[in-house]
């Protein structure tokens, strides 16, 4: 297949555009800028310029696609509601592209967490009022003759390059001089390594079924504290526990992430996609030097 991939250069879509090409798929990754095109030049991937906002270049790019996977997402957190709007946008500008086509467009989501912290599963609507738009504007699409599906990333997608929250708490236990965790520190937060999270790109855009949601899920909940215990143990530091309510002081913007409770099962996925993650989980993966270089 020819496939269009949206943040293709990214931790994750770099991931996914080498799963791609290892299946013998052609792929075609946009470019915001010349640094990413080089680094998808580098990588073998044909490039398309373009940009999440600019609607004209996202049609271009699927127009031509036997399919599409939307991995960019612009996460600004001091306009996130801006940013859940431009993403709607590409989406609905992805599906102009592939209406009544029925080919393939999967779109990256996010897991948001359920009252009471119950297991989140694949057969589990998005909660009211979840502020990113992603998931409910792709799987609108199917009504109009596009094969959709929606892939759910846990708060962490770890692996070597990793520069998302793992990395930031890292930077504020160095900062603050203790590793921290909020409450009690049983909260828990799904994750999964990028290279397993690849997989489950490729095989839903081959076989999922229209309105088909997925859970790149490896761990169904790490426990903050445990999360907490590893990066102190790393950095030579104290451990100790942020009461909920300073964690915003202690953490930054970070904080209403890190004291969230959403875990969150994999096992329809693992059954519908025949999927068995092979990487290292996320405390081991804290254990590698690149982490802490």
Known sequence: MRVFVTGASGFIG???????????????????????????????VEVHRGALDDIDSLRAGAVTADGVIHLAFNHDFSDYGGAAETDSRAIEALGDAL????????????????PTGQVLTEDDDVPPGSPRLSEATALRLAERGVRASVVRLPPTVHGEGDHGFVPRLIDIARDKGVSAY?????????????????????????????????HAVDEDGVPTQEIADVIGARLKLPVHSVPVEQAFDHFGWLGGFFSL????????????????????????????DYYFA
Not at 25 to 38: I, T
Not at 99 to 114: I, M
Not at 184 to 211: I, Q, S, Y
């Open 182 to 214: 909020p409450g009690d520190g049983t909260n828990r937060w799904p994750a999964v390594h990028r290279l397993d999270a690849a997989v489950v790109f490729r095989r839903v855009l081959e076989a999922a079924p229209v309105g088909a949601r997925l």
């Open 261 to 288: 409770d959403v875990p969150a099962s994999s096992a329809v996925t693992r059954s519908q996609l025949d999927w068995k993650p092979t990487g290292p989980t996320l405390l081991d993966d804290l254990n590698q």
């Open 14 to 44: 770099s991931a996914v555009t080498a799963e791609l090409n290892s299946a013998g798929h052609q792929v075609v990754g946009l470019a915001r800028s010349a640094a990413s095109a080089e680094a998808l030049t580098a990588d073998g």
């Open 99 to 114: 209406a009544g086509s029925d080919r393939p467009l999967v779109v990256a989501a996010g897991l948001a967490p359920l």
